[in-house]
């Protein structure tokens, strides 16, 4: 099986470097029409390195366009997606890369640098993914792909505001992967580790950042938005380990009313932690159903009974 994405029209953000730019040129040499989005200056030029990035396709026999739009603000998202479907009539896979840095620990963290962070991260895939999301469903095909960071699903020292940010494009894929599934929109996160101008300032270690070569995740993302793509999925990808984080909840217990105190909440920890019977839930009724079930189960309620 050879994966291409000929006659299909990808939009991805970030791209003037790292990761977008290994990710737009991938898809480009395997067939893919590429929007090459990068913040423009304050003047309206673009950046030497989108520019870069479309001239290096087009050499390569490939289409491209370059986009200097800031997808913190949804106009200019707009306006972006109304010129790549004038150009091209379609958008098949969006790669929301698009991200800034504003590393300091929470207690001494300008409230604005939260804020920026948030709207770039968090608000910059929300704003491509609606723009797109109407397209996609009216074409009933579609492929989104947040990036999300183990920042955000395990934490890390001094990025409460881009932990966040990523932990918040989960959640946004677990919604989007279940209201996009009947229109053939299929959702999904990377979760990267790459040598890129963010990771070289925290890694000082020459030999670990020649492994984590930005090409081992684009792997990783070209297999994220594939026709047989999978979806709902957290894929980690860094130095050709990949691996699928999960989000999962233990079995628990239950506490009939006459128990339901936190004493006998504390007492009962180590029960509740049990991962013998851990599940993944996908989706949050899930959890209700789980709970309802057991106190019906307990206080003998029939709950098939009318």
């Given at each position: 099986m050879t994966i291409r994405y000929d006659n299909q029209v990808a939009i991805v953000t970030g791209a003037g470097a790292g990761l977008g730019r290994s990710h737009a040129l991938a898809l480009a040499a395997r067939g893919a029409k590429v929007v090459v989005n990068d913040l423009a200056a304050t003047d309206g030029s673009m950046s030497e390195g989108s520019l870069a990035v479309v001239a290096e396709i087009e050499k390569a026999g490939g289409e491209a366009m370059v986009n200097g739009a800031n997808v913190a603000n949804m106009q200019q998202v707009q306006t972006m997606v109304e010129q790549a479907m004038e150009k091209w009539g379609r958008i098949d896979i969006l790669v929301n890369n698009a991200g800034i840095l504003r590393d300091k620990s929470f207690a001494n963290m300008p409230?604005?640098?939260?804020?920026?962070?948030?709207?770039?991260?968090?608000?910059g895939a929300a704003n491509c993914t609606k723009a797109v999301w109407g397209i996609m469903k009216q074409q009933n095909y579609g492929r989104i792909v947040m990036t999300t960071s183990s920042s955000g699903l395990y934490g890390n020292f001094g990025q409460a505001n881009y932990g966040a940010a990523k932990m918040a494009?989960?959640?946004?894929m677990n919604t989007l992967c279940i209201e996009g599934q009947k229109n053939n929109i299929q959702v999904n996160c990377l979760s990267p580790t790459a040598r890129t101008a963010m990771t070289e300032e925290l890694i000082k270690d020459k030999r670990v950042l020649e492994l984590m070569t930005v090409e081992s995740v684009t792997t990783g993302l070209l297999a994220l938005v594939a026709e047989n793509a999978p979806n709902r999925t957290i894929l980690g990808c860094g130095a050709g380990g990949y691996a699928r984080a999960i989000i999962k909840e233990t079995d628990g217990i239950y506490l009939s009313p006459e128990q339901q105190t936190p004493e006998n909440l504390l007492a009962s920890w180590d029960a509740l932690e049990d991962q013998t019977k851990a599940e993944e839930l996908k989706a949050g009724w899930m959890q209700t159903n789980k709970y309802v079930a057991k106190a019906a189960a307990s206080l003998g309620v029939d709950l098939s009974a009318n």
């Open positions: 409230i604005e640098d939260f804020q920026l962070v948030i709207d770039v991260h968090l608000m494009v989960v959640g946004l």
